[in-house]
């Protein structure tokens, strides 16, 4: 009978391995858990996103500004894009990580990825902020 700390000859882990719980990449269930809440979040917060998009129909600029400056707007609308762009980070960088085999390349891509994502996000949150303050 072998014991749970016992190397059986099926398993293809070390026992560092076993013992700090780690698959080969060290971080994937924690990215696997984060798309999944930042999906969730997403689904729920498109509702109040459409709606709000509803509200900008057939409104001028200062009727748009007028909507989009209600704190209990930005707040949804800031949510959702951190959730969207986090999102989009992260099931970009699986498809790189995938489908990208030169490490040279995958390397500049993930960075490329990173930046574009944060630079959409902070776009985003800059516009709605002032927005929101009425500057």
């Not at 979040?41 to 989009?68: E, F, K, T, W």
């Not at 762009?85 to 970009?92: E, L, N, S, V």
């Amino acid at each position: 009978m072998t014991t749970p700390d016992s190397a059986s000859p099926r398993s293809m882990r070390t026992p560092l391995g076993r013992v700090r719980s780690l698959g080969a990449s060290h971080s994937g269930t924690f990215d696997f858990w984060i798309q999944r809440l930042t999906a969730v979040a997403s689904v729920l917060l498109i509702l109040p996103v459409v709606i709000v998009v509803m509200m900008l129909l057939g409104r001028n600029q200062a009727g748009a500004a007028q909507v989009l400056g209600a704190p209990l707007v930005a707040i949804i609308l800031l949510l959702f894009i951190i959730a969207t762009a986090w999102h989009m980070k992260i099931g970009m960088q699986v498809v790189i990580e995938d489908y990208v085999h030169n490490e040279k390349i995958k390397l500049a891509a993930i960075m490329a990825n990173n930046f574009f994502s944060f630079a959409v996000a902070l776009a985003s949150i800059y516009a709605i902020l002032k927005l929101s303050s009425g500057v």
